[in-house]
T-cell receptor, first 113, second 113 residues
């Protein structure tokens, strides 16, 4: 069965520092995709970054990058140079096999001045 | 512009009433999903559909029903059998398979009075 695990309910970081949000996954499929979404208090889901299981290089999108370790089944999100506007819920998600998209329970990030 | 449209954004209903949430996409996506989110929680999968005229139950399908008569549309009905329907509902669509093309609607917030 597919499963996403985010073990950090909340994280704190000071402005301009980097922060890593953890995510591990479980699937028996060889082909899958991993996503990170940001959800501010307004409720919308904002796409941040994507990593395919066959991508050899770690994905990067601006200040967001993934530390993708396939053998350990982990895909941690690194946010560099944190900004106050980064305060939000962050969700890791996976799509595989029969296109069932599953989410982790999320990590609440708070960036302080 | 291509995207996903959910309506209504806010909805109130009395106990015992059925209500239907609309989700329409013009992205030509095959797969569509419905999620429920309770305050401070992650996203739980209600139903998903990979192709027209086909859909599967997610993790919390009881008290909900869907249809997929057209590729563009995947409405969700919250029935009176759903014991605690007050929640935030999110619809998503993807091109299908483990690719990075996945989009969300802005959500519908349902409150039962």
């Amino acid at each position: 069965a597919q499963k996403i695990t985010q073990t950090q309910p909340g994280m704190f970081v000071q402005e301009k520092e980097a922060v890593t949000l953890d995510c591990t996954y479980d699937t028996s499929d060889q082909s899958y995709g991993l996503f990170w979404y940001k959800q501010p208090s307004s409720g919308e889901m904002i796409f941040l970054i994507y990593q395919g299981s066959y991508d050899e290089q770690n994905a990067t999108e601006g200040r967001y990058s993934l530390n993708f370790q396939k053998a350990r089944k982990s895909t941690n999100l690194v946010i560099s140079a944190s900004q106050l506007g980064d305060s939000a819920m962050y969700f890791c998600a996976m799509i595989s096999g029969f296109q069932k998209l599953v989410f982790g329970t999320g990590t609440r990030l708070l960036v302080s001045p | 512009d291509g995207g996903i449209t959910q309506s209504p954004k806010y909805l109130f209903r009395k106990e015992g009433q059925n209500v239907t949430l609309s989700c329409e996409q013009n992205l030509n996506h095959d797969a569509m999903y419905w999620y429920r989110q309770d305050p401070g929680q992650g996203l739980r999968l209600i139903y998903y559909s990979q192709i027209v005229n086909d859909f599967q139950k997610g993790d919390i399908a009881e008290g909900y029903s869907v249809s997929r008569e057209k590729k563009e549309s995947f409405p969700l009905t919250v029935t009176s059998a759903q014991k605690n329907p007050t929640a935030f509902y999110l619809c998503a669509s993807s091109i299908g398979g483990p690719t990075g093309e996945l989009f969300f609607g802005e959500g519908s917030r349902l409150t039962v009075l």
